[in-house]
C-alpha cells in the first residue's frame, strides 16, 4: 500500500495567514492526488483532484501544486471558515489512502 | 442534487453484527461504484472497499476482508455494509461515497459503537 504522510498533525494560525500543508507518498502517484477538508461532526469535503485542480464552489484561496511525491495544499488569507482538518488522498493504486490529516487551529 | 443518505446510529455489543445502509439518489446508481470509508474516532480515513451496483462486483482492502460485506439492492438504490464479528476496533464513522476517484460526493456517516 501507498502511505501518504502529512508531517504536521496540527497547526496553530492566525486569521490572514497564509498557510501550507504538506503531504509526502511513499512512491511516485503521478498527480493522482486530492484535498480534503473535514469540519467536527461532517463528512470530508473534496477541494482539490489530480493535485491541482479546484472543485466547483471552493474559494480561490485555496491551492494545490506538486508531482511525482511530494504534494501541497496552500490557503491564501486564512478564514475563520477555514478552521477545520485536512486529508491527502493518493487514488493512484488500490487500496487508495490517507494521510494522518492536518488540522488548523486559531492562535 | 444528488445524496447519499445513511442510515442511524448503532450501539452494538461485542461480538455482534451490523448492517448500515446508503440510499442514493439524485443520479443513476447503477452508474457509479459505492465505496466506504472507515474513521475511527478522532483517527483519519481508511478505505473500506467499493461496490460496483451494475453487477455486484467488490473490491476490498485486505484489511478488511472478513469483516466487512458489501451489497445493494437496485431496486430501492441502497447500498449496504455488513460488519461482523464486532469489537471494540470497529468502533467509528462509516461513510459511504460515490465513485469514481476522488470522492466529490459523500453520505453524512453511521456511527457505530461496539460496546458491552
Known amino acids: 500500500d501507498i502511505q501518504m504522510t502529512q508531517s504536521s498533525s496540527s497547526f496553530s494560525v492566525s486569521l490572514g495567514d497564509r498557510v501550507t500543508i504538506t503531504c509526502k507518498a511513499s512512491?511516485?502517484?503521478?498527480?493522482?492526488l486530492a484535498w480534503y477538508q473535514q469540519k467536527p461532526g461532517n463528512a470530508p469535503r473534496l477541494l482539490i483532484s489530480?493535485?491541482?485542480s479546484l472543485e466547483t464552489g471552493v474559494p480561490s484561496r485555496f491551492s494545490g501544486s506538486g508531482s511525482g511525491k511530494d504534494y501541497t495544499l496552500s490557503i491564501t488569507s486564512l478564514q475563520t471558515e477555514d478552521v477545520a482538518t485536512y486529508y491527502c488522498?493518493?487514488?493512484?493504486?488500490?487500496?487508495?489512502?490517507f494521510g494522518g490529516g492536518t488540522k488548523l487551529e486559531i492562535k | 442534487e444528488i445524496q447519499l443518505q445513511q442510515s442511524g446510529p448503532e450501539l452494538m455489543k461485542p461480538g455482534a453484527s451490523v448492517k448500515i445502509s446508503c440510499k442514493a439518489s439524485g443520479y443513476s446508481f447503477t452508474s457509479y461504484y459505492m465505496h466506504w470509508v472507515k474513521q475511527s474516532h478522532g483517527k483519519s480515513l481508511e478505505w473500506i472497499g467499493y461496490?460496483?451496483?451494475?453487477?455486484?462486483?467488490?473490491s476490498y482492502n485486505q484489511k478488511f476482508k472478513g469483516k466487512a460485506t458489501l451489497t445493494v439492492d437496485k431496486s430501492s438504490s441502497t447500498a449496504y455494509m455488513h460488519l461482523s464479528s464486532l469489537t471494540s476496533e470497529d468502533s467509528a464513522v462509516y461513510y459511504c461515497?460515490?465513485?469514481?476517484?476522488?470522492?466529490?460526493?459523500w453520505g453524512q456517516g453511521t456511527l457505530v459503537t461496539v460496546s458491552a
Open positions: 461515497a460515490r465513485g469514481n476517484y476522488p470522492f466529490a460526493y
Open positions: 512512491e511516485d502517484i503521478y498527480n493522482r
Open positions: 461496490i460496483d451496483p451494475f453487477n455486484g462486483g467488490t
Open positions: 489530480g493535485a491541482t
Open positions: 488522498q493518493q487514488y493512484w493504486s488500490t487500496p487508495p489512502t
